[in-house]
């Protein structure tokens, strides 16, 4: 039985591909094409999943669709229609998409794949749910999904039991904690839809002085975790930007120029949002928790990509353990679609063994051998070195202890918005000036975002507070006390916080001493824990910095070329692919057709 997922049209394009209850492949649409966020039909990722399932669209069985187009389409006209004359430009700029292809998408998708498959559309929220439920390691468990929207729904929690799932109840737009972030992450001055993870980096820097304002100007939230937006001050629903007039003289002033100097406000802002934000997902959980009786609970939907919110969940909240998708986001829908059909569907059975590996630790794109890798390399003329599988983790390691960066690129792509050890940049965590270095002179971004680490699961709870797996990057839990470096007479403020070293390991320390904390254990990775163990064996310490593989505005390498482009557009000092050692040092100046940081909107 072969099923594909699909999510297409809004952000984040993606592919999935269940076989016999078996997730064969999975990826974003982004990788393929290097356009960030990638929206479009995913025509590469869909091919890239046929391809690793060994099979043509011919042989499709079900399609699934992530979420209702008819129902997102009556929601568009309905508040278009309210909103009238306001939206009218908005209007006018959404629908020649919806007449010429989304409201035919059944056709669009039997045309376009060549299939005579049965099409099936589960609600946006259920697609989550699925996600979330499926591939979790419970039998039964609770489940909530949160996002900016899906056709109505904006919030929706539930039960899981074997293999069904049961919505019992959901929050309705333009009422979304999604798109509240997202206001706050426009009016500061990041892009909406991918710089919400930037408003969360920038939060500890901040000051929560604006929390009172939030709670009681711009929603009125209840103790259940249900809450109404004042849409006065909200312009979403009708207009081309998030935020209006109201809203920046609530705030005393303009939104920030996007790449302007972040003042204190912006912090200020960032750390009274995320403190909102917490503030609903813990009332949610804990009224979920009151209504289903579960012991265990599931995420879904771009919110839970908030790690912060999560990790208190986690410690504060009324369950004993969580479980979160790491492709939350509508990426995930493709996969959720996918297992949607297959189990709620079709009926079939779901047992807690199979469920605990279902997720395969997220390693669902493509992986390129060492011939292919070894030929991409001789026909650029790369200089390299052929490693054997031990000198891999013990060069490694000792670059890394040398201070050096290294790109990793290892086995199969990691499917949702986090480097998991197989297309990472890496680093020392134990040296002070590895952030600004990797920020500034690798990444080619804010010199405030914090670093997360790669730590040997055997040892997590020696360096973080912390008493169980986090192998997806989706909890931010303290580093220990007896690691930190207390600075009572500290008093700077603002980003000069950074300047400030924390810990035993302050590469990956923020600067409320927590650390967005990536498990890596031997089963689900053991090349890259064999690696990691090295450098403890050589150091003492089981931490190392881990980031994605690509530079700002450019989505995570795929392939071998992807890799060695972003390699030496950078200043990274060596390349480990596959087998193959890359110096930066004997490689020629790379010369190109293209401006690349223009290509990949590098401002």
Request: net charge negative; hydrophobic share 40%; proline share 5%.
């Amino acid at each position: 039985m072969n099923i594909l997922g699909i999510s297409a049209f809004y952000h984040d394009s993606a592919a999935c591909l269940v076989q016999d209850g078996e997730i064969i492949a999975a990826a974003q649409e982004e990788r393929f094409t290097r356009k960030k966020h990638d929206f479009r039909f995913p025509y590469h990722a869909i091919d890239y999943c046929l391809r690793e399932g060994g099979i043509s669209s011919q042989d499709l069985d079900f399609i699934a669709f992530y979420d209702k187009p008819f129902l997102k389409f009556e929601r568009l006209l309905q508040t278009y229609l309210a909103y009238a004359p306001r939206g009218f430009k908005s209007f006018l700029m959404a629908m020649p998409l919806w007449l010429k292809q989304k409201l035919w998408m059944k056709d669009f998708i039997a045309r376009e794949l060549s299939s005579e498959a049965k099409i099936l559309f589960p609600e946006h929220h259920e697609s989550h749910a699925a996600s979330a439920f499926y591939p979790s390691p419970y039998q039964q468990a609770a489940i909530l999904t949160m996002d900016g929207v899906g056709e109505w729904t904006t919030s929706s929690y539930g039960i899981g039991s074997d293999n069904s799932i049961e919505l019992w109840g959901e929050l309705h737009f333009p009422h979304s904690l999604g798109l509240l972030y997202s206001a706050f992450t426009y009016f500061t001055g990041f892009k909406v839809n991918s710089g919400e993870y930037k408003l969360m980096g920038l939060a500890p820097y901040g000051e929560p002085k604006y929390v009172d304002v939030i709670l009681k100007e711009l929603i009125d939230l209840k103790e259940d975790g249900s809450f109404r937006m004042n849409m006065k001050y909200f312009n979403y629903c009708a207009g081309l930007t998030m935020t209006n007039n109201h809203f920046a003289r609530l705030f005393g002033g303009p939104p920030r120029k996007p790449e302007s100097k972040i003042t204190q406000r912006e912090m200020d802002l960032a750390r009274s949002i995320q403190v909102v934000t917490e503030e609903i997902m813990l009332r949610m959980a804990r009224h979920v928790h009151k209504q289903t009786g579960m012991k265990y609970l599931t995420l879904a939907g771009g919110v839970a990509l908030n790690c912060v919110g999560n990790g208190r969940i986690l410690r504060e909240g009324p369950f004993e353990d969580i479980w979160i998708q790491p492709a939350a986001g509508d990426a995930g829908g493709a996969l959720g679609a996918a297992l949607y059909t297959w189990f709620q569907y079709l009926g079939n059975q779901r047992s807690s063994e199979e469920a605990k590996s279902l997720q395969k630790a997220s390693y669902l794109g493509p992986e390129f051998s060492n011939e292919e890798i070894e030929e991409f390399l001789k026909e650029k003329g790369v200089s390299y070195t052929r490693l054997t599988d031990e000198e891999v983790a013990e060069v490694t390691a000792e670059l890394l202890s040398d201070q050096k960066v290294v790109g990793w690129f290892q086995g199969r792509m990691e499917f949702g918005p986090r480097a998991l050890g197989s297309r990472s940049i890496i680093g020392d965590a134990r040296s002070p000036e590895m952030q600004s270095v990797m920020n500034l002179k690798i990444k080619f971004r804010e010199s405030f975002r914090p670093f997360a680490p790669s730590v040997l699961l055997e040892h997590v709870s020696e360096y973080f507070e912390l008493d169980r797996p986090s192998p997806y990057m989706l909890l931010v839990a303290p580093v220990k006390k007896e690691l930190r470096r207390e600075i009572p007479d500290d008093h700077r403020s603002g980003l000069d916080k950074l300047k400030t070293i924390r810990s035993e390991i302050p590469a990956v320390t923020h600067v409320d001493y927590t650390a967005r904390i990536q498990t890596v254990s031997v089963e689900d990775n053991p090349r890259y824990h064999a690696m990691i163990k090295a450098f403890y064996d050589k150091t003492g310490c089981p931490v190392i910095i881990n980031t994605s593989f690509n530079v700002r505005g450019e989505p995570i390498v795929c392939t071998p070329e992807d890799a060695y482009l972003c390699f030496m557009r950078t200043n990274m000092d060596f390349l480990v692919m596959g087998n193959f050692l890359v110096n930066k040092k004997e490689q020629e100046e790379l010369v190109e057709d293209i401006d690349w940081q223009k290509e990949f909107e590098l401002d």
